[in-house]
């Protein structure tokens, strides 16, 4: 069973999300996130097991390259195609409660920013750690964030930007979040954003890359 696990962790680390998939060239004709999940879960192998000792760690290993630079956005895009394929088989045990998730976190990209390749790796890397991600998409302002904390309490918010003209934003919404509850943690991130701006605005927390985020969130729910 490991053996299995050992290969899926291969598959989301490496982005090979099923086997017609030609990418990487060296494991073409071979199963993919998909077949080996669908696989595991047959085995008998927990839902549990296969999101936290494969997804998990394939996806924290290709965050850890991306932290130190031997990876890039096209293998971190591959990585969440995989995982993504891996995570259709274990959405209905999410469901069902029977693979209990760490926490709820919100993400969106700032209002008037229509930028989204960091923000959605964010997410696939956030739900691929075993977090329920609610993503609003992009051009998102407090109006779109409010309902959500009303709904799920404790909800983490998490703001992206690709644009100075853009992150300024990020400010507005913070103030609102923390009016309406002071200890709701929100994170941001993006290209422009730097912990300075992170504090002056008093958001909880920034990171330059996903895996900052990840390692954060994993800290909370310890």
Known sequence: MSDI?????????????????????????????????????????????ILQKALVVGMSNIGQKF???KAFVPEM???????????????????????????????????????????????????GAGWKVIDLGVDVGFDKIEQILKDNPGTIVGLSALLTTTMVNMKTVVEKV???NPDNIVMIGGAPVTQDYCDEIGADFYSSDPQGAIDYLNGIAS
């Open 5 to 49: 696990l050992e290969k899926l962790t291969v598959c989301v680390e490496r982005g090979k999300a099923n086997k017609v998939s030609p990418y990487p060239p060296d494991l073409k004709g071979q199963d993919g996130a998909d077949e080996l999940t669908a696989e595991a879960i047959k085995k008998g192998i927990s839902p549990d097991d």
């Open 67 to 69: 932290s130190e630079g």
């Open 77 to 127: 895009l591959m990585s969440a195609k995989a995982m993504k394929a891996a995570m259709v088989h274990l959405k209905p045990f999410f469901t069902s409660g029977e693979v209990k998730q760490k926490g709820t976190v919100v993400l969106g990209t700032i209002q008037g920013d229509l930028h989204d390749i960091g923000k959605n790796l964010v997410a696939m890397m956030v739900e």
């Open 178 to 180: 923390k009016a309406m």
